[in-house]
């Protein structure tokens, strides 16, 4: 059997929270922790920031988060593997040398991963399969394109692995390859190990979002009870030579590690279970079997997999413009149909005084928003928000959106207040498809 | 009893219950898909999740949105189905209008639905 290797998640999205990975580092006695922060919506906002600013474009809370991590990481001889790079990984390394330096962390060796930026592949013929459009027509359409990024595997992290790097900083490597590397360093799979390769990658795809699988993302009070969630442990999972693993949290966390949250992660994002698609191989978790050992602790085995897909997918974004929004308020009797009379004139004033041809959304927040065009709920409710939001090329006819709302607290209906609008600049994202021998990463190491 | 008088039993003894009593969901995005995988609480609520949670249900009762393809695959070990929907995000995270544009609340949208199971 030996002895497990113990990997620990750091972070699962880019805002997600400090504290848990810091908790792991210091008592998680782990060997390697991963803080995994890139998403089509992260890496998007990295190519809008990186346009404005070439030394950004990485993730912000790098330098917080390494700040505390780096030096409990040494001292407990855990390895740190992160993608916060997202579309500036150079720059990023560079800033957690620098940070190393000040921290007195000497001798630290810190690899920058590099390779998965492909907008140089990138051309106006390049179709985007989903969208049943080409880069060209896209580009054409008034969204210029603005970066393109390959997923790329574990095999572009192992050359940081075998050189002993203590940080491995990259860009869009998949989510669960960023796990699943250091357990082929550590086991010694090889890149056509089907089987194994399978069955790492489900222990990643349930790492990967840290706290969702210890009962983050699921707590339903009266259905779904969850305890201490203000201070919900995250993840490690104990993987053994053959790729089955335990999931489990440190004592004296908050959250759970359930047949129920482990089922939920397992199929997260997941279109056909027996075909998960990675650079490093198409899993099937369709045969994974789930097994209760202890209090908070999930035996995950039997995932396998065959022959890693020939093509690569790459999110290529776009400058999508600015996104508006901008809300008021009304509460008491009535409060719905004076709300629905604001979105009202809103959509008519749009239309005719600024002369607005694109999508308008309008919400009423508590009658039906997020669920809005799906149902109709018809509720009465003492207190909605009126939401208008629109995307456009044209900053003025943002800004008007937001003037057309706020100029609703004396022209429109009774009792409007607390007006809220807000102007962002807009990545819109698409899939498009590279033949492997299009994709070359590198890996350089730097020395604090 | 005679089938010819009164109502059926079986069906009389049958409840319908908010599939959020007898089912949790979580849901996902990828581009403009997403998919919201629905498993029983209990194993023997697994075969009323199976008949009645269809996918042309799901175009039925929420067709607004939900504007592409609508795959089911089944996990009988895990009791769990997995819905793949297309073109269900109003465009997608970086694209929606939608407060919402992941779509996170989907599962949700789903667990509001009735269904109808054994005492």
């Known amino acids: 059997m030996g002895i497990p290797f113990r990997i620990g998640t750091g972070a699962g999205f880019s805002a997600d929270r400090l504290d848990p990975a810091v908790d792991l580092v210091q008592r998680g006695e782990l060997d390697c922790l991963v803080f995994e922060c890139v998403g089509e919506r992260t890496l998007a906002f990295g190519h809008r920031d990186r346009m404005r600013d070439p030394a950004a474009g990485y993730n912000k809370l790098l330098a917080p988060r390494f700040r505390a991590i780096l030096p409990l990481a040494r001292e407990h001889g855990t390895r740190v593997i992160t993608n916060m790079g997202a579309a500036n990984p150079r720059a990023a390394a560079e800033r957690t040398v620098a940070l190393a330096r000040e921290l007195g962390l000497r001798g630290l060796r810190v690899a920058c991963v590099e390779g998965d930026d492909v907008t140089a592949r990138i051309g106006p013929e390049t179709a985007l399969p989903e969208l049943g459009r080409t880069v060209g027509e896209v580009s054409a359409a008034g969204q210029p394109l603005v970066g393109a990024n390959a997923y790329i595997g574990a095999d572009a992290l192992l050359p940081a692995l075998e050189a002993g790097a203590d940080v491995i900083v990259a860009g869009r490597v998949a989510d669960p390859s960023l796990f699943l590397a250091p357990m082929r360093h550590a086991f010694g799979w090889g890149g056509a190990d089907w089987a194994r390769l399978g069955a790492g990658t489900a222990v990643g795809h349930l790492l990967e979002c840290a706290a969702q699988v210890t009962g983050g993302y699921f707590a339903d009070p009266g259905v779904k009870p969850v305890e201490n969630l203000a201070y919900v442990g995250f993840p490690i999972a104990e993987v053994a030579a053959d790729g089955s693993a335990v999931i489990t949290k440190l004592p004296q966390t908050g959250g759970c590690v359930t047949l129920r949250t482990v089922k939920e992660q397992l199929l997260y994002e997941i279109h056909d279970p027996a075909r998960y698609f990675t650079p490093d191989v198409v899993a099937d978790f369709s045969t994974a079997r789930l097994a209760e050992a202890g209090a908070d602790r999930v035996a995950v085995s ?34 719905k149909g ?10 008519e004033r749009m239309a005719h005084v600024h002369g607005f041809g694109g999508e308008l959304r309008i919400d009423l ?18 207190d909605v928000r009126v939401r208008a939001a629109l995307r456009t090329s044209d900053r003025e006819l943002a800004e008007a959106l937001l003037w057309e709302v706020e100029s609703l ?4 209906p009774a009792g409007g207040g607390g007006f809220r609008g807000h102007v962002t600049p807009s990545v819109v994202t698409h899939s498009a498809f590279l033949s492997r021998d299009q994709v070359t990463t590198r890996v350089e190491v730097l020395e604090a | 009893m005679s089938a010819s008088t009164g109502p059926d039993p079986a069906a009389a003894a049958r409840r319908r219950v908010p599939l959020r009593e007898i089912a949790h969901a979580r849901a996902g995005d990828k581009g403009n898909i997403s998919s919201v995988a629905v498993f029983a609480f209990e194993p023997r609520h697994y075969a009323a999740l199976k008949a009645q949670l269809t996918p042309e249900r799901l175009r039925a009762e929420f067709g ?41 609340s989907w599962s949700f949208l789903l667990l509001g639905l009735e269904v109808e199971v054994e005492p």
């Open chain 1, 302 to 335: 039997g995932a396998v997999g065959r022959a890693r897909p020939d093509q690569l997918k790459v999110t290529v974004a776009f400058d999508g413009g600015v996104l508006a929004e901008a809300e008021v308020g009304y509460a008491g009797p009535g409060a």
């Open chain 1, 338 to 347: 004076r709300a629905r009379l604001a979105g009202e004139i809103v959509a």
């Open chain 1, 365 to 382: 927040i508590g009658v039906g928003a997020l669920h809005g065009s799906a149902v109709e709920r018809p509720a009465e409710t003492q």
């Open chain 1, 409 to 412: 607290l004396c022209c429109g």
């Open chain 2, 64 to 104: 607004g949105v939900l504007r592409g393809t609508i795959t089911r695959y089944e996990l009988d070990g895990l009791h769990g189905l997995n819905f793949v929907m297309t073109e269900a995000l109003e465009g997608g995270v970086n694209s929606s209008l939608n407060l919402d544009s992941h779509g996170k």
